[in-house]
C-alpha cells in the first residue's frame, strides 16, 4: 500500500500563486509515477500535472506555463507550483501515484479556492 498526504492549499486571489506538496509513504518502490489531479464542483475529476520516476513531465494544456510539478525520490516528495492563478482553478487538488501494476493511491484531497 501507498499512503499520500497533501498539504499547502488554501485561498489566494486571482494572480496569486500556491504550493502543494505530497508526502508519500508506504511501499513506495512500487510507485512508476506521481501527480496531481483537481475536480471542481460539478465537474470531473481531470489530470493536472504528472511527474514519472525518471523525471518526465505531462500537463493538462489549461496550466501549461504557470504550473509546475517537481518530485524529490530521496524525499518521497511531489509538489505543485502554481503561479498566476485563475478562478477557474479553483477546485479540490488531489495526489496520485500509479505503480507498476496501473494500480491508483490518493490522498485526501486539499481545497485550492482563488477568488478576490
Known amino acids: 500500500q501507498v499512503q499520500l498526504v497533501e498539504s499547502g492549499g488554501g485561498l489566494v486571489q486571482p494572480g496569486g500563486s500556491l504550493r502543494l506538496s505530497c508526502a508519500a509513504s508506504?511501499?513506495?518502490?512500487?510507485?512508476?509515477?506521481m501527480g496531481w489531479y483537481r475536480q471542481a464542483p460539478g465537474k470531473q475529476r481531470e489530470l493536472v500535472a504528472a511527474?514519472?520516476?525518471?523525471?518526465?513531465?505531462n500537463y493538462a494544456d489549461s496550466v501549461k506555463g504557470r504550473f509546475t510539478i517537481s518530485g524529490d525520490n530521496a524525499k518521497n516528495l511531489v509538489s505543485l507550483q502554481m503561479n498566476s492563478l485563475k478562478p477557474e482553478d479553483t477546485a479540490v487538488y488531489y495526489c496520485?501515484?500509479?505503480?507498476?501494476?496501473?494500480?491508483?493511491?490518493w490522498g485526501q484531497g486539499t481545497q485550492v479556492t482563488v477568488s478576490s
Open positions: 508506504g511501499s513506495i518502490f512500487k510507485i512508476n509515477a
Open positions: 496520485n501515484a500509479m505503480d507498476y501494476n496501473s494500480i491508483y493511491y
Open positions: 511527474i514519472t520516476r525518471g523525471g518526465s513531465t
